[in-house]
């Protein structure tokens, strides 16, 4: 099977600065991996090369072994504060089906098959009962569903999520982490998820990307949560504790 | 004149119907209602794009045009219609939506403003032509205008079916449209091109210090009841065509300037559809306002690092 990802010397500029380099790396289709790092680390920029938004400065990077490309219909994106961006001026439903119709030109309705996967996905999210209502009027939590079945209208293969954590309280975050789990085993599609905290995914990640000292790794869960390692990556001193539940990274 | 005499002119005309049945007022109402038509369907994208600053800045943009075109002697719609494309691509220019374009579009708006000042005393008309720049006047639209407003309206029509759905996409959410294909910033400039046009009718309609509440009023107006984006669309025409045709009936009924009763009647719905949704929401919602779960800081072993 195709990786998902292949990074091969890849760096990443913002203007003639380098943010990041020496990204040399795989991921294989279906993993659930965290893009972590300091802010600024280019953590972003990462996704956006992804998705052919921003160009690698050098080196090669493959999505599903083609070269990125803008509009790919393989990826599904919600960027960071996306609420804030869409407002209050369209129902969740008529947003979901954006991510499917949006591309297109012309009046034509949109079709029964159209509908179908549109339902579809606002149910894959458990959202069906807000459809009607307005994305601004929801909770942090509802809206990042609506968000995440905008992403998936498209049925991609592939979901990039900018801090889907952000501003939701535990309960929250860990419904979203849940329904994360159950897209991976349902779909087998391969999720990124830029986040801050490690700790509320650790049940579902197969992996993350670490963005440290400007040079951009990937390692199997197993590798990333390291006391030393995490220590380094956060400059903070940080203790990992083995429980029954899983990991739990305390402050040393 | 006393007050008293003021008063007696407006008051209630009993051959309302025969100034109704008028040609200045055939043409009121046709040219009103298309620059209805145009404004609904743009004013949608307007509130949605957060570009009501921009619309009002067009507004004045197409003032200097107006008093440029009477100094050198061309038709005040070319005017219009020129100064409020080249400004359209100028704001356009500056940038997709970013948030603080209100410094930028600002300087513009009073820079044109003090052009429309200049070129005004250099033609050294009467002010009459300057006032119906700047509050309309609808009541004297001609033949020809109205054959403007038609293609302008017609051109909106089909430029906005054609590149409807990805400008929607590309309003509401750029940042995943962008990533998905659409041509966003294209679509921007577009976007302001056709609300060019839109404006320099408008302009003509209910003048630049008014035209707010044609072009964005009504659009607002029908976001508060619907967030179905056909239903927006249409709900905004239909306000605005109710408030140009009662607005001129009421202003032929008392000898008002139309200007002044289509802007009124505009605000007015306004204000009443923001009171009634409100009082509905309070209605559904009071009851669980204190059931947010915002703002719990739970302590627990986790660190969040």
């Not at chain 1, 490309?69 to 869409?86: H, K, L, S």
């Not at chain 1, 009027?137 to 509802?142: A, E, H, N, V």
């Amino acid at each position: 099977m195709t990786d998902a990802l292949a990074f091969a010397d890849v760096s990443a500029a913002r203007g003639s600065n380098q943010i990041w380099s020496q990204g040399t790396f795989t991921i294989p289709s279906g993993s659930i991996v965290a893009v972590i790092g300091p802010n600024g680390s280019g953590k972003t920029t990462l996704l956006e090369m992804i998705l052919g938004l921003t160009s690698a400065a050098s080196g090669v990077l493959r999505v599903f072994g083609d070269p990125p490309q803008r509009g790919n219909e393989r990826i599904g994106y919600v960027p960071q504060n996306y609420a804030a961006e869409v407002g209050e001026g369209i129902r969740c439903r008529d947003l979901v089906a954006l991510g499917r119709t949006g591309t297109r030109w012309g009046l034509a309705r949109r079709s029964s098959d159209d509908r179908a996967r549109v339902d579809a996905a606002l149910a894959a999210v458990a959202a069906q009962d807000v459809a009607r209502r307005r994305l601004s009027r929801l909770s942090g939590g509802q809206q990042q569903r609506v968000a995440i079945a905008q992403a998936l209208v498209g049925e991609p293969d592939m979901l990039l999520l900018d801090e889907p954590l952000a501003n939701l309280d535990v309960r929250n975050q860990h419904e979203i982490v849940e329904l994360l789990g159950q897209l991976r085993a349902q779909r087998e599609v391969t999720i990124l998820v830029v986040v801050h905290d490690l700790n509320p995914l650790l049940s579902i990640l197969t992996g993350a990307i670490y963005l440290l000292d400007g040079h951009a790794h990937y390692g199997a869960i197993g590798d990333v949560v390291d006391s030393d390692l995490l220590t380094h990556l956060y400059d903070a001193p940080i203790k990992v504790v083995r429980t029954a539940q899983g990991d739990l990274f305390t402050r040393g | 004149m006393t007050v008293h005499a003021l008063l007696a002119d407006v008051a209630y005309q009993p051959d309302w119907l025969d100034v109704l049945r008028s040609d200045f007022m055939r043409n009121a109402f046709l040219g009103g209602s298309l620059v209805a038509i145009a404004s609904g369907l743009i004013g949608y994208f307007v509130v949605l794009r957060r570009d009501a600053f921009a619309a009002h800045a067009l507004a004045h943009i197409g003032f200097p045009g107006a008093t440029f075109a009477i100094l050198v002697g061309i038709s005040v719609t070319l005017g219009l219609t020129l100064f409020c494309l080249v400004g359209a691509l100028a704001i356009g220019a500056l940038g997709k939506r970013v948030s603080n374009r209100e410094v930028s579009t600002g300087t513009i708006l009073a820079f044109a403003t003090s052009l429309g000042v200049l070129f005004a005393s250099l033609a050294s008309e009467n002010t009459s032509t300057i006032t119906s720049v700047l509050f309309g006047n609808l009541l004297a639209i001609s033949n020809g205008q109205i054959r403007v407003f038609a293609c302008f309206t017609l051109l909106l029509v089909v430029v906005l079916a054609v590149v409807g759905r990805p400008l929607l996409f590309a309003s509401v959410d750029p940042q995943v449209a962008e990533a998905r294909g659409v041509a966003v910033r294209g679509l921007g400039i577009l976007f302001m091109l056709l609300l060019g046009l839109a404006v320099s009718m408008a302009v003509q309609v209910v003048g630049t210090l008014l035209l707010f509440a044609l072009v964005v009023t009504p659009a607002a107006t029908a976001l508060a009841l619907s967030a179905r984006p056909a239903i927006v669309v249409a709900l905004g025409t239909a306000i605005g065509l109710a408030s140009v045709w009662m607005g001129l009936v009421v202003s032929a009924m008392f000898n008002l300037p139309p200007s002044f009763c289509i802007v009124s009647l505009a605000s007015l719905v306004w204000v009443g559809t923001l009171a009634v949704t409100e009082v509905a929401r309070r209605r559904r919602f009071g009851t669980v306002v204190t059931h947010g779960g915002h703002g719990h800081h739970h302590e627990t072993s986790r660190l969040s690092v």
